[in-house]
């Protein structure tokens, strides 16, 4: 399935690099080019090693936010009266020793793709490694064939989120005014539309893939496994006591970029049921939580109350025409007194 531009663009939340001295801003980042090194006065803003040539000086600022953010860079070390400046690759003019010294107030972007689509490929990796550890050794056939889909599906999250982060980065380098630029080692950044194609279309791969699992994989265990490992959700229980009375909870939350919808149901010993439990959930957005809270009601006759409650929820996800189950199941313990 390909997507048009128009589509990409319509979830674009574009943002400029600019370089102007009428912006204002908190954080710094300081180059000292002659001890070669840089830092960054905030976590937000994370930096690959200063490449130094001479008097020329590199550096890649990752944004570490999904937001843009202003900064202000400052050089020291420098010894010719003016320099040429690059950013992203294209010429900015040249800047005095004392500007640079100063400080250029810089903007590096902010992320252009679907916040969902962006926690799905976040979080979608340890499920993925997790099964595919489990599976690496297996000479069954079906077996190999999971393994080799999660294989796929860890280098797509790896490679797409890299290129995401790569869109929030700025690349500056300085070098003597008129003098050649020698070679510098950071990847080419993509564009924005390529940028969100690429997270769009790497989510909608793991569509295919969840429905692939779905309908292909015929032992019921194995194909469970595969579909919760390639949908990033957590699903947790606990017990309590409230007003003198047996209290479960659960939670389900979706990390993945598509809607869930299922039922949630509660295992329970002849003779008890809960009282103002929801069961069902739909269109569980990205992001959002699903709880069930309640109280477990026993039998007329005194009845010690189950110190374990299983709880289970069926999951389906779907996009357009193709669709995947999974049963997710917890245990919630009583906390011993």
Known sequence: MRFSRTAIVAILALSICLISAGLSSASVVTIDVAAETAKSDVTTLEMFPLQVSGQQAGLCVNNKAMEPQRFTIRFSGL??????????????GSRS???????????????????????????????????????????????????????????????????????????VIIAPK???????????RKSDYDTAATITNTCWLLQQARDQMYHQVKDPSLRNDAVIALTPVEFSAGY??????????????????????????????A???????????????????????????????????????????????TQLDISAGMKLSATAKATPK
Not at 241 to 262: E, Q, Y
Request: proline letters at 6%; charged letters at 20%.
């Open 97 to 171: 020793l004392q500007q640079l010294q100063q400080g250029l107030q810089l903007q590096v972007d902010g992320s252009v793709c679907d916040p969902g689509m962006i926690r799905c490929l976040s979080t979608v990796s340890p499920g993925l490694q997790k099964l595919y550890d489990l599976l690496r050794q297996s000479k069954v056939s079906e077996e190999q064939y999971v393994l080799d889909t999660m294989r796929q599906a860890i280098l797509w999250a790896t490679v797409s989120l890299s290129q995401e982060q790569g869109w929030r980065s700025i690349r």
């Open 240 to 269: 309590s006591v409230k007003n003198g009375k047996p209290h479960i909870s659960a939670k389900l939350l979706n990390n993945c970029d598509l809607p869930l919808s299922g039922t949630l149901s509660v295992g329970l010993p």
């Open 271 to 317: 003779g008890w049921k809960t009282a103002g439990g929801k069961v069902k959930f739909s269109q569980l957005k990205s992001g959002q939580t699903f709880s069930l809270s309640c109280d477990l009601v026993g039998p007329p006759k005194s009845t010690a109350a189950p110190q374990e409650v299983p709880i289970t929820t069926n999951v389906t996800v």
């Open 79 to 92: 010894t010719e009266p003016d320099y040429d400046l690059y950013i992203n690759g294209a010429s900015k």
């Open 178 to 188: 008129g003098r050649a630029l020698d070679t510098t080692e950071w990847s080419m």
